[in-house]
């Protein structure tokens, strides 16, 4: 039965994958802030260079893997260090060389996390406040209050910590890869997850997106690594890494069940007394992280109800996530407009309100509507292939000007400028240029997984489902959810364990069919 249920997530992943890339052929999404503002775009396919960025891509993945090969003679004490200290190198410069500042709910972050430090200001958990509407961002505002506390006060820190974040999340992608599939030492995989650009360009992000993939990846590798060693001290770690990561972003309860669900699975291997042990120990710690803030908060007379008691319900995102004309993205407001004036900041009003308005939503469209919405939904958010990198991370410099943004916004900008922030401004060559290459790295990596998951299937190899799980979580959870290709940032180091397992499997044949006398 085990064994059928994860051949069926094999197969149903695997469609999805397929319907990314069959669509790609005809359909490119994109997102360029400069060009479009904060708006998902569906495009029709430029074929014929879609093809040449593809050829280009391929040969440096083959020249990337080649590296790795000749790295496998040497130790892993002399590798390791040394990929990731040039992985550092390599962010370091990007931080320099694209001095992005915060914007948006970034800015704001930071901005109370100084007010708490600087004047002990605690009132955004007050009624119409920042924190009062979405608590869970206090998590992020207690990391910089403690960070800027400790070290000193700039941008500069921040980031810096996050490349130590990011080089974290590069090992955790290595060692869970070694605990799933390989006995060999295969350094490639490693070279691709601390040269992958997406996370190379997002240790610019002052957010909580780089620190919670780096627990919640590191959380898996500690339970995968339970199921295959049954020692009580890495599920321990795994747990405790769950609540951290999930605290600071709460699509942690896809981990959660990822995990639930693995020791089940492998609960026979593992023994009965020691899989329920590890149940119990993995839910019972999950929420500690918020149950200490709630208590702690209180106790200090900061609130004088649990933080959630009234901020945006949950229904607040699910409406977001219906939506015909941008199909789930951002609604200009609409949704804050009814909890903030409609409700007036009221939790249980604002929960029928957006019931009714998803009911309405629903009703007045047609089924023909709503498919196709979903497609889109869902196509934009999978293909998109940049995490929004090019806001994000990349950024931009506010005074160049742009029909994307709009008279009141919170613009884009840089400390200072230089040769190369002239050289991606606007929507320059260069700056598109990276976001085709990033499309198609995406692209080739869904059909590395694909030849992965088709193998598996017809091999009846599901050691990899701990992986499959969380990927099948987070498209179940954003065809639901409002979306953006950021938000799914923390399910990149999946993507990169089988498309390299898949890549091997391809260029090892390859080599077997072709090139062997």
Known sequence: ?????????????????????????????????????????????ELGLFILVIAVVLALSVALYKIGLKLNKFRRKIVIPVVLLCSFAIQLALIFLFPRLPTDDSQTVLSLALDMLYRGDYSSFDTSGYLHMFPFNFSTVLYLKMLLLAFPDNYLTIKIFNILFTLVTSLMIYLLYKQLNSKEQDYGILIFAATYIPSLLMSNFIYNDVIATAFLTSALYFAVKFIKRRSLKDIIFAAMLLAIGNYFRSIGVIFLITILLSLLFSIRTIGVKKGLTALFLTAIVFNVPNWTQNAVLQAANVVDEPVNANSAPVYMWLNMGINLETFGFWDNRESYSIYQQDANYNKAVSTELFKEEISNKLSGASLGDLVKMYYKKIIWTWTEGTYQVERYGLGNDGSSGSRGRMVGAVMDSYSYTNAATDLFKGDSNYRSGLLWVLYVLNFLMYGCILVRLIGGIRAGRFEENPVILVVLGFIGFYLLWEIKSRYIYPVYPMLIVLSYMGFKDVYEYMMRRYFTR
């Open 1 to 45: 039965m085990v064994r059928g249920i994860q051949k069926s997530m094999y197969v149903i992943l695997a469609l999805f994958i397929g319907l990314f890339i069959v669509s790609s052929f005809f359909i490119r999404a994109k997102y360029s802030y400069f060009v479009y503002g904060d708006t998902p775009v569906l495009e029709k396919q």
